[in-house]
Structure formats: C-alpha cells, structure tokens
T-cell receptor, first 113, second 114 residues
C-alpha cells in the first residue's frame, strides 16, 4: 500500500552544521505532515508541522519544506547540537482517512562533537 | 498529570498469556490513539477513541487485540493469547481536539513475548 518513507536511514553531522532529513510520500491525498523526534526509550515528540497548502514553515532552528510536485518533505535543523541526536520520523495524515497518522521508518541523526 | 502516562513501562509475557496495557491521557483530552512500534520501525496506527467512542479500529492486527475507554479518560489495550510477533512498543497519544496537531505521545510500554 501507499506509505511514507525516508531516503537516508542514518545521518551523521558535525556539531554546528546544518542537518537535512528527507522524506518521500506517495499518497497525493495527504493534507497534513508532521515531523517527530524520538529519543531512546521515549515516545515521539512533535517538532513541526505543515499543511499541504503551504510550501515552507519555520520554527525555532527548524524548517520544513514541502514539494508536492515530487511528493517530497524535508526537515532542516540549523546549527545542529548534540541534543538533536535522535531518530526523526515524518508522518502524514490523509484527507478522509480519519485522524490517524502514517509514519515513515525513521532517520537516525548522529551529531559528532 | 503533565503528560501521557503509560504503564507498565516494560512487560514480559509468556506466549499465550493475556496482557493489559494502560494509558492515562492528558486531563481533558478527548482524543486518544494507540500505536504499535516494532524495533527500528515507525509507529503504526492501531485504534482511535473520541471520548468513550472507538471511532476507528482498522489498525488492530487481529481479534486478539481489544481496546477500551469506558469513561472517556483512561484506556486499556488488551492482547489475548500473546504471540512472539506481538513484541513491540505500544504507544498511546492524546489530543485536545479531533485533529492530529495536538498529539502528545506517552513513553510507551515495551512488550516482550517469550
């Protein structure tokens, strides 16, 4: 079936560099997307969201970009810090699919000192 | 409480045993969700409640899985006759509104079936 997936399973960056985590989705009926951060032993933590009528949204040190033409979503983290080390998931909500989210498999971000 | 509370944090069950996992949502949150997360995978939707009504149970993998929320607050996910493939982290999330934006996840219950 249709699903959300990620290009890179592991991403290593130097502290202070910018990180970009990518996500491909296949369901054109998705109207809402969320990025979550999950640390070991914890539940997913909301980072930032974007609706399908937007191309870009910025938060504190994070930016989400949505390219509906190629069904691509990215999360940019500025000045990556050791505390950013975690697994990052993108998730989508499908129009008419109720309130459930479909998650990708995740990208492990490792921040090197 | 300040967040979504799940208990127990860890559960080891022998194959064939029944288990019950508890979720205490954030006070006042009307929406409650259960997800299953296998090792190295993203969470997968199991079921959704709005108050005491179970509006979507399309993700429950078999009739061995049952969820309830009788008073519209605490929820219990029950798994009967556990099997090894049930081993996973079970996550509960709650929301103050029907839409996804308000999702707050608990830390989950790690179930290991031996």
């Amino acid at each position: 079936g249709e699903s959300v997936g990620l290009h890179l399973p592991t991403l290593s960056v130097q502290e202070g560099d910018n990180s970009i985590i990518n996500c491909a989705y296949s369901n054109s009926a998705s109207d809402y997307f969320i990025w979550y951060k999950q640390e070991s032993g914890k539940g997913p933590q909301f980072i930032i969201d974007i609706r399908s009528n937007m191309d870009k949204r910025q938060g504190q040190r994070v930016t989400v970009l949505l390219n509906k033409t190629v069904k691509h979503l990215s999360l940019q983290i500025a000045a990556t810090q050791p505390g950013d080390s975690a697994v990052y998931f993108c998730a989508e909500k499908i129009t008419g699919g109720g309130n459930k989210l479909t998650f990708g498999t995740g990208t492990q971000l490792k921040v090197e000192l | 409480g300040a967040g979504v509370s799940q208990s127990p944090r860890y559960k080891v069950a022998k194959r064939g045993q029944d288990v019950a996992l508890r979720c205490d949502p954030i006070s006042g949150h009307v929406s409650l969700f259960w997800y299953q997360q296998a090792l190295g995978q993203g969470p997968e939707f199991l079921t959704y409640f709005q108050n005491e009504a179970q509006l979507d149970k399309s993700g429950l993998p078999s009739d061995r899985f049952f969820a309830e929320r009788p008073e519209g607050s605490v929820s219990t996910l029950k798994i009967q006759r556990t099997q090894q493939e049930d081993s996973a982290v079970y996550l509960c999330a709650s929301s103050s509104q029907g839409e996804a934006p308000g999702y707050t996840f608990g830390s989950g219950t790690r179930l290991t079936v031996v």
